[in-house]
């Protein structure tokens, strides 16, 4: 087991700070003032990066660190750090890892043993979710769904019986094509878009599925979409499930009758069926 104690030691650390999804009074004085102090400012872009940090007055020692070379970048910010320097990591907007890079880093720095230190601050989908209106607790945050139709289609079908609302990325091209793949695998439910967030033109457009599909090929700017949890009655679970949850309670050292009652219990479904699914014959 590893123990942090953030601020227990002077020392280099790791810092995630958020920064604006649109509206710029959302960088917070503790985040300004982690970035004035850092001794190098990791960012992915270091155009946008610099106009930002122009914006607030400090100072730019930005470097770049990306998804498409996160190894080297990662090996080269450890050894900043083990130099003795505190790094600031920021992404282009919102939180970094968030569908930004950083994972590796992170990852990295734990290892070496470097505090990591999160910075609270902006994300889109915790903004899109607590306005939604849809049960904000539980959620899955997804982020973008994978640009081809079918790799969508197997991941939208992983998440077709989970309960909790579902949260998506998606750019505003993409979004036709994704609804639809939407509709066929998790069916017309209840979904919110939230899109331009914090911005002049923030919307929310709750609907069905459908609903939405008929208006996003007007739709521009980024967005979020939530679709609520599959309900309990359209849980949709296969033999082998049943079979695989019964035999994993009896080789955990449950009887049988035991483990064919949890298992009813657990689907929703009558022990008859369970009994029948797992030994073959009605009880
Ligand atoms: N790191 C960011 C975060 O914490 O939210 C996410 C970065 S990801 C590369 C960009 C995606 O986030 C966009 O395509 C969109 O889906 C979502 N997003 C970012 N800003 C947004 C905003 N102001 N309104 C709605 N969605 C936004």
Redesign the pocket.
């Known amino acids: 087991m590893k123990r942090q104690k953030s601020f227990e030691e002077d020392g280099p650390k790791l810092y995630l700070v958020?920064t604006p999804?649109?509206n710029l009074n959302e960088m917070t004085p503790r985040a300004l003032e982690v970035l004035s102090k850092a001794d190098v400012i990791a960012c992915e872009d270091t155009r946008t990066s610099g106009q930002l940090l122009h914006h607030f007055g400090i100072p730019s020692r930005l470097i770049a660190y990306q998804n498409f070379n996160e190894d080297t970048s990662a090996k080269g910010i450890i050894k900043l750090l083990q130099e003795g320097n505190t790094v600031a990591l920021i992404?282009?907007?919102?939180?970094?890892l968030?569908?930004?890079p950083g994972q590796r880093l992170v990852n990295e720095a734990v290892n070496a043993g470097f505090p990591v230190i999160p910075v609270s601050g902006?994300?889109?989908?915790l903004?899109?979710l607590v306005a939604s209106g849809l049960k904000a607790q539980p959620f899955l945050f997804v982020g973008?769904l994978p640009p081809s139709h079918n790799d969508r289609i197997k991941a939208l079908q992983m998440y077709q019986n989970y309960p909790m609302t579902l949260i998506f990325?998606?750019?505003p091209h993409r979004i036709e094509r994704m609804l639809t793949d939407v509709l066929a695998v998790l069916g017309n439910r209840q979904a919110v878009l939230?899109?331009?967030?914090?911005?002049v033109h923030?919307e929310f457009l709750r609907g069905t599925i459908e609903e939405l599909l008929e208006v996003c090929p007007t739709l521009k700017?980024?967005?979020?979409l939530m679709v609520e949890g599959a309900k309990q009655e359209e849980v949709q679970v296969s033999d082998e499930d049943v079979r695989k949850y019964a035999n994993a309670l009896v080789e955990q050292g449950i009887s049988r009758s035991d483990a064919v009652k949890q298992t009813a219990k657990k689907f929703n479904l009558a022990k008859n069926r369970v009994y029948e699914l797992v030994h073959g014959d009605p009880q």
């Open positions: 958020p999804i649109g992404s282009d907007a919102g939180y970094p968030i569908n930004d902006c994300s889109a989908f903004d899109a973008f990325y998606e750019a939230a899109r331009e967030l914090t911005k923030e700017g980024e967005m979020v």
